[in-house]
């Protein structure tokens, strides 16, 4: 009975998860979150996914609901030892093991959908507790090898493949050889038998989809666990048993079969498809890896990729297959050791012509996406991609070409080029796809070397700026938008890809020309505009200048933005105007490149801004109150933010009274957001609501809005949200900052230690927790904190005795450093010796110095620990009495030099961010602006010399207590090392001991 009404509110909660009414969703949702710290819950989900009736086509959106709710219980509440914490997630030793018990049996039994969630869920537990405590795990999977039925085959085999993905793209280590070790032992063998298993079977069913479909999937996952297992090394019993692998992976790559090809599937990938692309993949990673057993395979599966490609169609469904034998043979391409089978000039041509040239074409599937779905095209298209394409492909083999045979490859494709811009010019409007795919050849052929920062090294036997000014300045002239769009999206690209390699003023030349672009109906033509004005607002330039500081004939090198604010002031009204054209448009979507051409247009421009900040923020604002109602492109929304908190920081930092205008014009907006709970949105929010109190002139207190929202940002409700915290935290110290009189004089000191309490009391918001601790002690009063410093204190040490993790020993101690330099030793250490006697000096000897030695501190750390070190070594001679505080005050100045002396240690003002080149984006966990950021609480800005402080404190310390030089060269007799170095410090002050 339990159980059936357990099963029906599950149902019912789960059900609301999936409703259209945001309350409703919300509300469910809420439930869900705070059911997963109760005991059981996540036993109670599996149980509702195993008793849901297959069968009832209302419930199986509930049942995946259900799946994917389990799915991410494991994945935030599986590992109690995750740095994040685990959202008050709590499962029981004795529930993990009856999960492991059952969940891959009941992964079995379900449909596809689910079973890829659950699959999931095993793959997580697994990265938490495989091998070592879920040692039957394995076999468990290998076991249902044996299985009649197809599909239980096919479900453990895409869970082995989950768990075995991890072996890929890992750093060589003994832990990692010794978890491979163990599987290999184990899966090795029953992996090859399963395969020649599965292919007897296949050869059985050769009319019979229903029977193979299941088992292509299967000889797919078992290629995929093939991979995973040689991805570090060749294992012995791969290289033993190569002969079987290599027959079985030929066969499949010459398998045909019209039982498995649907004729009218146009887009998807066939299950032969699929297997091909695996087992090609697998033959890449042996002859990228040159491993010598392979070589005798290679000449014959080379000639099987070949012709594979070379029957492989022009079908988005074959482009999966046609791309990755394109990778296969520009792997062998480009190693000298394969020269041999590539160097004909013949067999070049053929490549060019028989691969490269069809693969680079348009295809009228392209066209149709280019104007129907331009998202898909631009994702697939842009360098800075992971997708992908035959496009890239192509290109990428032809670089592996030129790495060989630059000089016959480069006059092979200029011949090509020069044949289809002929095509081109007999007819403009027909024979345009010609000049497109010329355009392409030449990108592929002229690159050497490059990154997503553009082209760093070209192929010096072409004329790059004669093609250009010939083929794509006079394409980008043509203002006519109706006309070849695609070729102008193809210009477009190829003048930002070679970005490095124009002067400012062919820039400057340029800059016209992207803009009057805006203007086109085609979204993949003004995006690629946007994109490309914002990719030469970033561009470089190397800067060489004198530096007599170092020397009469001394140069340094540096790197400047190349087209920078003054340059673009000229363009900024015809570009914005172009750009918000753009997003004023209701028919088109969010478009990220377009609000990211906006943000680095406005990170410009700077105060040059200063004349149209009304109007572009309220055009911004206006954009917001579109979004906020359904927010669906998260790094549109980013930008849009940062283009905010720019318009913010140039104005209000140069123009404090402006702070005002911007309270009013964004607060009204921002009202909407946290009034209809935008939880995209809060966190923005939080931040800029800082970055405005932030500014605020000097002697103005908080004013009435932010006193009034003062109290309900201390609600609990806001801070449940994880990706709350860090911009909330953020926020209260804005306030303290400026307003730490009006808090404590309305009493809300208590109110706010509560929220550092709540923080302090998770892992995943123990950060936040102590930088708002940090503004606390910096900006209140000490008389003020006195009556409340011991309780917090003990918060601190439960803490600590609860966990000694490395992360919270940096932060405490990191706190601990701060404290000492405001408040002195004496104070810290009476106040550590209330709570147990020598308590201090525990913590010193067993915390704070040995994470010191482990854990460097860096940045505005390093300035914080050598302050307060410096007052435990010299302004501490309690530790001097007796032995053990001399082995204490020993390793105290140990670390302190080692801080002092570390190349790291930089005590002057932290300088900004290169804002105009930073890369900047989008970030699920928490979206911190880049251009809201604060540099990070000084709590010491009058102590400019930490080293020189030290020096002369330490010298006059041996001046008065004879007895500290003896000490210091004992304590330091076997680190001559530190001694050096300590030397060193007295030196450069001009002080000795």
């Not at 075995?164 to 050889?177: E, G, H």
């Not at 811009?421 to 796809?433: A, C, K, Q, Y």
């Not at 860090?726 to 509560?754: C, D, H, S, V």
Request: hydrophobic content about 40%; charged content about 20%.
């Amino acid at each position: 009975m339990a159980t059936a009404t357990t099963n029906d509110r599950l149902l019912s909660v789960l059900s609301q998860t999936l409703s259209p009414d945001p309350s409703i969703r919300k509300t469910a949702e809420r439930q869900l979150t705070e059911a997963t710290k109760n005991s059981g819950h996540h036993l109670e989900v599996l149980r509702f996914i195993a008793s849901v009736d297959g069968n009832n086509v209302e419930q199986a959106s509930i049942r995946q609901a259900a799946a994917v709710h389990f799915k991410n219980i494991v994945k935030k509440g599986w590992d109690a030892e995750a740095e994040d914490g685990t959202d008050g997630i709590v499962i029981s030793e004795n529930d993990r093991q009856l999960i492991k018990s059952h969940v891959v049996e009941l992964m079995c039994t379900v449909p596809p959908q689910i079973q890829a969630q659950l699959s999931e869920a095993i793959a997580l537990i697994a990265a938490v507790d495989f091998p070592q405590k879920w040692d039957n795990l394995l076999s468990d999977i290998i076991q249902k090898f044996n299985s009649p039925d197809p599909n239980i085959v096919s479900g453990v085999l895409v869970t082995a493949n989950s768990i075995l993905k991890r072996y890929r793209y890992q750093v060589r280590s003994d832990a990692l050889y010794q978890d491979l070790a163990y599987v290999l032992e184990r899966l090795q063998a029953p992996l090859l038998t399963l395969f020649k298993t599965i292919s007897a079977a296949v050869d059985s069913y050769p009319n019979d989809a229903s029977q193979l479909k299941p088992r292509f999937q299967s000889l797919r996952s078992i290629c995929r666990i093939f991979f995973s297992l040689n991805w570090q090394d060749l294992p012995e019993y791969f290289e033993d048993h190569m002969g079987e692998w290599m027959t079985e992976f030929s066969k499949y790559l010459k398998y045909t079969n019209p039982v498995l090809v649907d004729i009218d599937e146009e887009d998807e990938s066939g299950p032969i498809d699929t297997l091909q692309a695996a087992i090609i993949d697998n033959l890449y990673l042996y002859a990228d890896k040159d491993e010598e057993p392979f070589i005798p395979f290679l000449g014959d599966f080379t000639s099987i990729v070949w012709g594979l490609l070379m029957n492989t169609s022009k079908m988005p469904k074959h482009d999966i297959l046609a791309t990755t034998c394109i990778k296969f043979l520009s792997s062998l391409v480009g190693k000298p050791m394969h020269k041999g089978l590539f160097q004909q000039k013949e067999t070049l041509k053929q490549i060019i012509s028989n691969i490269v040239i069809p693969n680079l074409q348009v295809r009228e599937v392209d066209e149709e996406q280019f104007e129907d779905d331009p998202a898909e095209f631009i994702m697939s298209d842009m360098e800075e991609s992971d997708s992908e394409s035959r496009r890239k492909r192509s290109q990428e083999l032809l670089r592996a070409m030129c790495r060989q045979f630059e000089e016959d490859t480069t006059a092979i494709c200029m011949e090509c080029i020069g044949t289809m811009l002929n095509d081109f010019t007999t007819s403009r409007g027909e024979n345009w796809p010609s000049k497109d795919t010329a355009i392409h050849l030449m990108l592929g052929i002229s690159i050497r070397a490059g990154s997503n920062q553009g082209v760093s090294a070209v192929n010096d036997r072409v004329d790059l700026m004669q093609f250009f000014t010939s083929h794509i300045l006079t394409e980008l002239q043509d203002t006519d938008h109706s006309v070849r769009p695609m070729v102008k999206a193809s210009a477009i690209k190829f003048a930002w890809t070679f970005r490095n390699q124009f002067s400012k003023e062919n820039i400057a030349s340029l800059m016209p020309l992207l803009i009057s672009h805006l203007s086109s109906s085609s979204v993949v033509v003004h995006t690629y505009s946007a994109a490309a004005i914002e990719k030469f607002l970033t561009c470089k330039e190397i800067n060489n200048a004198n530096n007599s500081a170092l020397g009469p004939m001394a140069v340094t090198t540096s790197k400047q933005v190349k087209f920078g604010g003054d340059d673009i002031k000229p363009f900024l009204e015809p570009l914005f105007t172009g750009l918000f054209a753009i997003v004023d448009n209701q028919e088109w979507n969010e478009n990220e490149y377009v609000m990211k051409c906006i943000m680095r247009s406005l990170s410009s421009a700077r105060e040059d801004i200063v004349q149209v900040t009304q109007i572009v923020l309220e055009k911004l604002t206006a954009a917001l109150f579109v979004v906020a109602k359904n927010p669906r492109n998260p790094q549109y929304n980013h930008f849009l933010f940062e283009s905010i908190a720019i318009l913010v920081k140039s104005v209000c930092a140069k123009y404090p009274e402006h702070v005002a205008t911007f309270e009013g014009l964004l607060f009204p907006p921002f009202q909407t957001v946290l009034q209809m709970d935008v939880s995209e949105f809060t966190p923005y929010v939080f931040q800029i609501l800082a970055q405005l109190l932030e500014y605020r002139p000097k002697n103005t207190g908080l004013g009435e809005a932010y006193t009034m929202l003062f109290q309900p940002l201390l609600s609990p409700v806001l801070w449940d949200a994880k990706g709350n915290v860090p911009a909330l935290t953020r926020l209260l110290q804005a306030y303290l900052q400026k307003g730490a009189a009006e808090i404590i004089a309305n009493n809300q000191i208590n109110p706010l230690l509560g929220v550092f309490q709540k923080l302090l009391s998770s892992k995943a918001t123990e950060i936040g927790a102590f930088e708002l601790l940090g503004a606390v002690t910096y900006y209140v009063p000490i008389h003020t904190l006195d009556p409340l410093i011991k309780q917090i204190f003990n918060l601190l040490l439960m803490r600590l005795q609860g966990g000694k993790t490395a992360r919270y020993q940096r932060l405490v101690t990191a706190y601990f450093a701060q404290f000492v330099g405001q408040f002195g030793s004496e104070k810290w250490i009476g106040l550590m010796d209330s709570f147990q006697p020598n308590l201090s000096k525990m913590i010193l000897k067993s915390v704070w110095l040995p994470r010191l030695a482990a854990d460097a501190p860096v940045r505005m750390e390093i300035k914080i620990q050598a302050i307060g070190l410096t007052k435990i070594v010299c302004e501490t001679p309690a530790l001097l009495n007796n032995a053990e505080g001399q082995e204490i005050w020993v390793m105290a100045l140990v670390a302190l030099v080692k801080i002092l002396s570390s190349q790291a240690a930089f005590f002057g003002t932290p300088a900004e961010d290169l804002d105009q080149t930073a890369e900047i984006g989008y970030d699920p966990t928490f979206s911190r602006l880049h251009f809201a950021t604060r540099i990070p609480l000084d709590p010491f800005t009058d102590m400019k010399d930490p080293v020189g402080a030290f020096a002369s404190s330490l010298e006059q310390m041996c001046s008065t207590q004879t007895s500290v030089t003896s000490l210091i060269q004992q304590g330091l007799q076997s680190d001559q090392k530190v001694h050096v170095m300590l030397q060193g410090i007295m030196a450069k002050k001009g002080l000795h001991i």
